[in-house]
Every structure is written in C-alpha cells, then in structure tokens.
C-alpha cells in the first residue's frame, strides 16, 4: 500500500433537479482507493447541505478526510444549465470552499503528491501547495494539467511544472500548454524533450491522446513508448483522465515497466468512458 496526497478541489455539477459529486482529485482518489492505496484528500468544505454529502461520499469510497478543512466558504459548485437541444453550460463558482485549501502537515514521508491546475487559480493554493512541497517529502509529485477556461495561467502552470515528477497532458490540452509556456514545436517528441529540458525534475510526460492511444516519454533515456486505446462504446468522457492518471500512477509505484502501467491505465479509462458515472462501480481485478 502506497500513501497519496491528493490536492484540491472537491465540487458538486449542479443540475436544476439534481447534484453530482466530482473534481479531478476526488476522482482520481476514488480510484487509488480501489486498489487498495492509501489517498488522503486535502481539501476544503463549506458547512453545509453539500458539504455533508461530500463527506458521506468521501467515507462510503474509503478516501482519507482527515486532512479535510471545514470552512465559512460554501462548498465548491458548477451551475449547470440547459439550453437548446440539451446543450450544457457550465458557471464554475469562485470564492468557495477548495479555493482556501490550508494544512499544518510538516515533515511527513508520502509515496506521492497528486494536484492539478485548476486548484491553482487561487494565490492562497499556490502558496499552500509551495509550503507543502518545501515541508514534506514526496517520493513523486503527479501534475495532471486541467485546462479549464479562464482559470489557468503561465504562472501556475510554471508552479506546477517546476514541481512535478510525473506530467500528463491530454491531446486537447497540449495546445495552450505549449503556448502558455511559448514553446513551438512540430513533433511531440520534440514538445518533450524542450519541457524536460526547462524543467529537469520531470522524470515522465504521459500524454492521452484519446481514440489514438497513450504514450510516455522518459526523460532519462529519451524513450517514447506508445499505447493502443481500448475499445469501448462510450457513454461519457468525464473521469476518464482521472481514471487514467490513477491507474498509471498506481501501477507505476508498484514497480511495473512503462508499457504496462500505460496498457492498464488505457483498460481502465475504456472501462470508464463505458459508464456515465465518473468513478463507475468495478473490480480492479477485472481490468
């Protein structure tokens, strides 16, 4: 069993009848839990209605809350509305609960660090996040880049990059994290080679490339090594990249090659994308 701290927000999509739990790092929490791993969520929320539930959810999927502030904010929320044909929009409330995230862990021993740039958008995360790192040590430091309009900066993807072990980017958000850190590149190879030249302390890139597969670059051996997607009739997309990051993760702590930590991260995330709910009820031992 592995210990992982997963950074930041936990919020609830708001629909008119209904609200559903979610944020990258609870669901990728959810997942470790799964199989067996230790993730402690460190995160913030409000005293309320849905502040309530996310606990009772959190517990009922054995993620560690003791790290879990309660705050005056509310809880984290994303309105959602329907508009012509069903079409989503989505309002991303601000000044809420995991946009205050706050600890008084020092000088703890973790297998990993889990966070990603949406937790960022707030300087009072930054800062957190800067003493976490400087007061604890982590044997790896996961960044999962989350690219969501307009809650992302050079800054913070700079903070995020200058810490991490392990990166994965998605295909759609490969784009704006090339040009948020001026880099013009015609290969992917080529992208990750610059990115772990400008920040030596990435060991790994992982990159998802949907229908296309998985690959990883290791920056010690310059080695690209590639993942067929697995089939799946998809019903939703959302966790999936949660689902992914967790897998690999967990398969990478365990000692496993690259091609097999990218395989089975790609069999789970089919699984995923098969079902509507971001964290679907499953056996590891099935994937």
Do not use: Q
């Not at 067929?228 to 689902?243: E, I």
């Not at 091609?259 to 994308?273: I, N, P």
Request: charge should be negative.
């Amino acid at each position: 069993m592995h210990t992982i701290i997963c950074f930041g927000e936990i919020l609830f999509d708001v629909y008119p009848t209904d609200a559903f739990i979610g944020g990258a790092p609870l669901n990728f929490a959810a997942h470790l839990s799964r199989y067996g791993e230790s993730a402690m969520m460190l995160s913030a929320l409000g005293e309320d209605e849905l502040g309530a539930k996310a606990l009772g959810w959190l517990e009922e999927n054995k993620i560690d809350t003791s790290l879990i502030k309660c705050s005056a904010l509310p809880t984290g929320r994303c309105n959602v509305t329907l508009g012509e044909n069903g079409v989503p929009s989505y309002e991303l409330l601000c000044d809420v609960a995991w946009d205050k995230i706050s600890t008084e862990l020092c000088s703890c021993r973790f297998d990993a660090l889990y966070f990603g740039t949406l937790a960022l958008r707030s300087e009072h995360n930054r800062a957190t996040l800067e003493r976490l790192i400087a007061n604890n040590d982590f044997g790896e430091i996961f960044v999962d880049v989350n690219i969501r309009k307009p809650f992302y900066s050079a800054d913070s993807l700079a903070l995020a990059l200058s810490n991490a072990t392990i990166l994965k980017i998605s295909d759609e958000e490969l784009p704006t994290v090339a040009s948020l850190l001026g880099v013009n590149f015609t290969y992917t190879e080529e992208f990750c080679e610059h990115i772990c030249k400008k920040f030596d302390n990435i060991k790994l890139i992982v990159l998802t490339l949907g229908a296309n597969g998985a690959l990883c670059y290791e920056a010690s051996t310059r080695r690209l090594t590639k993942t067929a997607a697995h089939k799946a009739k998809v019903a939703s997309t959302v966790g999936a990249g949660d689902s992914f990051s967790a897998a690999f993760l967990h398969k990478y702590l365990g000692g496993s090659p690259i091609e097999t930590c990218l395989d089975y991260a790609s069999r789970l995330a089919a699984l995923v994308v098969s079902h509507y709910e971001a964290v679907p009820d499953y056996s590891p031992e099935k994937i």
